[in-house]
């Protein structure tokens, strides 16, 4: 079936760097990606929706210039979290479909944890 | 307004017993129906979608959904619950005519006690 690869699986991070997310879709090509953040025992939070090769659509209330999302090919897209916070320590989850209808193919998360 | 709701936030049953998690959704016209679900710092994983066609549907794991329109719902059932489908279960719906984005509910805990 359907893989969708994130990398890496946790990352601890001194406050006030950035870090990257990898998303890759490994055996479909993904002209939609989306990007989650879950809290503890909290639901899934859409954060943005990329499409291949172009900006991405972020939800209201997140920030694009501190979440900065890329695009770039139908396999991969990658989530910057720039001069990150404690307040940014969370879970990180990305999704991807290769057309309208068929199911969301998830990433394992990313656990994210700024000092 | 919400789109979906699950209406328990955690269920428990003994293994071997069926097992029923809730949802109900409140869009207008035909919506893409979706359960997932989340094993402890895990990605979320596929069970099964309804699209169209009949209403009961067989997914991963021996798990299955029926989609009732007249109550809005698309219960996820088991037959037979294990230990090991203790998790953390979304229901999710994309609204027709919309961004097509997904759009989850706020999942339910299932324990299956041994």
């Known amino acids: 079936g359907a893989v969708v690869s994130q990398h890496p699986s946790w990352v601890i991070c001194k406050s006030g760097t950035s870090v990257k997310i990898e998303c890759r879709s490994l055996d479909f090509q993904a002209t939609t990606m989306f990007w989650y953040r879950q809290f503890p025992k909290q639901s899934l939070m859409l954060m943005a929706t990329s499409n291949e090769g172009s900006k991405a659509t972020y939800e209201q209330g997140v920030e694009k210039d501190k979440f900065l999302i890329n695009h770039a090919s139908l396999t991969l897209s990658t989530l910057t979290v720039t001069s990150a916070h404690p307040e940014d320590s969370s879970f990180y989850i990305c999704?991807?479909?290769?057309?309208?209808?068929?199911?969301?193919?998830f990433g394992n998360g990313t656990r994210l944890t700024v000092t | 307004a919400q789109s979906v709701a699950q209406p328990e936030d955690q269920v428990n049953v003994a293994e071997g017993n069926p097992l029923t998690v809730k949802c109900t959704y409140s869009v207008s016209g035909n919506p893409y129906l979706f359960w997932y679900v989340q094993y402890p710092n895990r990605g979320l994983q596929f069970l099964l979608k309804y699209i169209t066609g009949d209403n009961l549907v067989k997914g991963s794991y021996g798990f299955e959904a029926e989609f009732n329109k007249s109550q809005t719902s698309f219960h996820l059932k088991k037959p037979s619950a294990l230990v090991s489908d203790s998790a953390l279960y979304f229901c999710a719906v994309i609204k027709p005519g919309s961004a097509r984005q997904l759009t989850f509910g706020s999942g339910t805990q299932l324990t299956v006690l041994p």
């Open positions: 999704s991807a479909r290769d057309k309208e209808g068929s199911p969301l193919h």
